[in-house]
């Protein structure tokens, strides 16, 4: 399995303009995750789905920050209107889920996107 | 709420040193607790899982212990290498949670 993708790995933009990350998880995993990752406040989860479906999205800062997982291989993550400190790095995550076993425990990263808005 | 701690933030040490890296959680009703490596500009990479009802795991040169009670979790890394540079990263799961709540890491420096 070539592991969590993301796209696109840098971003850059400017203020006010709609920003779409895309994540697609390992095949067979259950549960989706988006991180952001600050040097001021470190990981944070901003919501997970569990079968596509949002389980918690108490960690999605604003209104302007949307996410979706229309099927079991692709979620988005939509910021607008971007602001300059959501400039950060966004991870995606996934986990199988199933089963008491370490490895369906074990949370899977993505390589991140390095979001930058001007 | 739990809180994730990991210090020292930084650490260098001459190659070939055996070392300890720290993590410490507020709340023991945890379900397992991971630890993660990442290096500069990339993903991270999970290098060891502890479920609640385990004491240690090992994998080549790493070895991570829980102790709930106390609610400590240590990572053991033996005959140290530059390759081995990288900050490192503990994260909890709670009983009942589905998500990880990440410490801030410890960055490793382990000089030739």
């Known amino acids: 399995d070539a592991g969590v993708i993301q796209s696109p790995r840098h971003e850059v933009t400017e203020m006010g303009q709609e920003v779409t990350l895309r994540c697609k998880p390992i095949?067979?995993?259950?549960?989706l995750f988006w991180y952001r990752q600050t040097m001021m406040r470190g990981l944070e989860l901003l919501i997970y789905?569990?079968?596509?479906?949002?389980?918690?999205d108490s960690g999605m800062p604003e209104d302007r920050f949307s996410a979706k997982m229309p099927n079991a291989s692709f979620s988005t993550l939509k910021i607008q209107p971007s602001e300059p400190r959501d400039s950060a790095v966004y991870f995606c995550?996934?986990?199988?889920?199933?089963?008491?076993?370490?490895?369906?425990?074990?949370?899977?990263f993505g390589p991140g996107t390095r979001l930058t808005v001007l | 709420k739990q809180e994730v701690t990991q210090i020292p933030a930084a650490l260098s040490v001459p190659e070939g040193e055996n070392l300890v890296l720290n993590c410490s959680f507020t709340?023991?009703?945890?379900?397992?607790l991971q630890w993660f490596r990442q290096d500069p500009g990339k993903g991270l990479t999970s290098l060891l899982l502890?479920?609640?009802?385990?004491r240690e795991q090992t994998s080549g040169r790493l070895n991570a212990s829980l102790d709930k009670s106390s609610g400590r979790s240590t990572l053991y890394i033996a005959a140290s290498q530059p390759g081995d540079s990288a900050t490192y990263l503990c994260?909890?799961?709670?009983?009942?949670?589905?998500?990880?709540?990440f410490g801030q890491g410890t960055r490793l420096t382990i000089n030739p």
């Open positions: 709340d023991s009703a945890i379900y397992n």
């Open positions: 502890i479920q609640s009802s385990q």
């Open positions: 789905f569990n079968n596509n479906v949002p389980i918690d």
């Open positions: 095949s067979g995993h259950d549960y």
């Open positions: 995550a996934s986990r199988e889920g199933r089963g008491t076993s370490g490895r369906a425990n074990e949370q899977f």
């Open positions: 994260a909890v799961r709670g009983q009942g949670a589905q998500k990880l709540v």
